[in-house]
C-alpha cells in the first residue's frame, strides 16, 4: 500500500502526473483538477490509492486525503470500479457528491457518464448512511490554471477519452461546449469546468 507519493513534478500529462522519487519516476492517474494544481519542477505531494489487477498495477493521485477516502469509498459501491469513481470525482467535487448521496439526488449523479437511474439509485441506497455530511467550511478544489487560445480543446478531450469515452464522442462533445469557452476580458477558459459541461454533454446522449 502507498498512501501518499511526495517528489519533483517531472511530467505532466493530460490524464497523469509523474513524481520523481529518489531517482524512480511514479506515473499518477489524476482527473484533470488535480493535474492543473501541478508544475513540472515543482515539489509535490499526492494521497494515493494503488489499484491492483492481474494485468496491471496503477497508482490513482488526488488533490488531499478527503479526496483519495471517497475515492475508496466509492468502490465498495456495486458496479463502481476505480475508472467510475475517478469520473464521479472529475464530474462533482467530494461535497456535491456527499449532497447527492445524503439527499437522494438521482439527476446530479447521472450527470456522471456511465451512471444510470438504476445505477444511481443503488449508490444512494448503499452509500447513505456511510458517506457523511458535506465538509463545507470554505473546502473548494482550487481553479485551475489554464493554457492559453485554444490548448483547452486537447485538454478537454484527452480527459474525455480517458474517462473511457471514444475519440469521435470526444469529438463531438468538444464542439458541443466550444462556445462556453469564449474568453472574457483576455480570461483564459476554464478547462475544467468545460470538462464537466462536455461530460454533462455526452450523459444527455
Given at each position: ?43 509535490a505531494t ?26 475508496e469509498l ?95 464522442e470526444a ?35
Amino acid at each position: 500500500m502507498i498512501a501518499f507519493v511526495r517528489g519533483t513534478v517531472a511530467d505532466v500529462t493530460l490524464g497523469s502526473a509523474v513524481l520523481e522519487v529518489g531517482g524512480v519516476g511514479l506515473e499518477l492517474v489524476c482527473t484533470p483538477h488535480t493535474l492543473a494544481t501541478l508544475r513540472i519542477g515543482s515539489p509535490a505531494t499526492l494521497p494515493t490509492s494503488m489499484v491492483v489487477r492481474e494485468e496491471s498495477l496503477t497508482l490513482f493521485g488526488f488533490l488531499d486525503e478527503d479526496e483519495k477516502s471517497l475515492f475508496e469509498l466509492l468502490q465498495t459501491s456495486s458496479g463502481v470500479g476505480p475508472k467510475l469513481a475517478q469520473a464521479m470525482l472529475a464530474v462533482l467535487t467530494p461535497d456535491e457528491l456527499r449532497r447527492a448521496v445524503t439527499a437522494g439526488d438521482v439527476p446530479t449523479l447521472t450527470r456522471v457518464p456511465g451512471i444510470g437511474q438504476k445505477g444511481a439509485q443503488r449508490i444512494i441506497l448503499e452509500l447513505k448512511d456511510r458517506i457523511g455530511v458535506p465538509l463545507g467550511g470554505g473546502v473548494h478544489r482550487p481553479r485551475p490554471a489554464v493554457p492559453a487560445e485554444d490548448a483547452w480543446r486537447a485538454q478537454v478531450h484527452a480527459g474525455l477519452v480517458g474517462l473511457g469515452w471514444s475519440g469521435k464522442e470526444a469529438d463531438h462533445a468538444v464542439e458541443a461546449v466550444a462556445p462556453d469557452a469564449d474568453t472574457v476580458s483576455g480570461a483564459a477558459p476554464d478547462v475544467a469546468a468545460l470538462l464537466r459541461a462536455a461530460l454533462r454533454t455526452l450523459s444527455k446522449a
